[in-house]
């Protein structure tokens, strides 16, 4: 993670504008998690139906976006399921990840995105390490031309919405 970080932000890690199927990534993301998923007696799904869903982004920056959205899924989430939609609208590929978790004080929210910010912030630090994930996603889906929005309640979960621009 922080590697990728330094990266992005030096603007090493140049990331690159083709056709990827956002569904078949998220497919493949939930394979490589669902046993952490089922090691915690969650359910992982994925709602793709059957046809690709094309957005102009980068596959690798695709991979970390939902990489670290579903990992904070599954490490926050201790019952219930996280869920991957995706889906076509408006000329665009919009990714839904949603749990069932702990989610997040709304004002908290704001600062989500920040380097190295926590919401559990000095709290006890049960939960570490999405601060930076986030960051990274962040910042891998404005360089993509995407955009990412998260709607969350305490107790009640998180739901964050990623949009690729569709393909040209």
């Known amino acids: 993670g922080v590697l990728n970080l330094s990266k992005l932000e030096a603007g090493q890690m140049q990331l690159e504008s083709t056709a990827v199927d956002v569904a078949a990534q998220a497919e493949t993301i939930a394979e490589e998690l669902r046993p952490k998923a089922e090691g915690k007696g969650l359910r992982l799904r994925v709602d793709a139906g059957e ?7 980068d596959e690798g920056g695709v991979q970390i976006v939902l990489q670290n959205l579903v990992s904070n899924a599954i490490k926050y989430t201790d019952a219930g399921e996280v869920r991957i939609r995706v889906a076509h609208e408006e000329e665009q590929a919009v990714l839904n990840i949603e749990d069932t978790g702990i989610g997040m004080d709304p004002e908290g929210v704001k600062t989500l995105f920040d380097p190295f910010r926590q919401e559990s912030e000095g709290l006890a630090r049960e939960y570490e390490g999405t601060g930076l ?10 360089q993509m031309g995407g955009s990412i929005d998260v709607d969350t309640e305490k107790g009640e ?12």
């Open 51 to 57: 046809a690709p869903v094309w957005a102009e982004a």
């Open 133 to 142: 994930g986030l960051t990274v996603t962040k910042k891998a889906v404005d």
């Open 157 to 168: 979960g998180s739901h964050f919405t990623v949009r690729f621009p569709g393909p040209t």
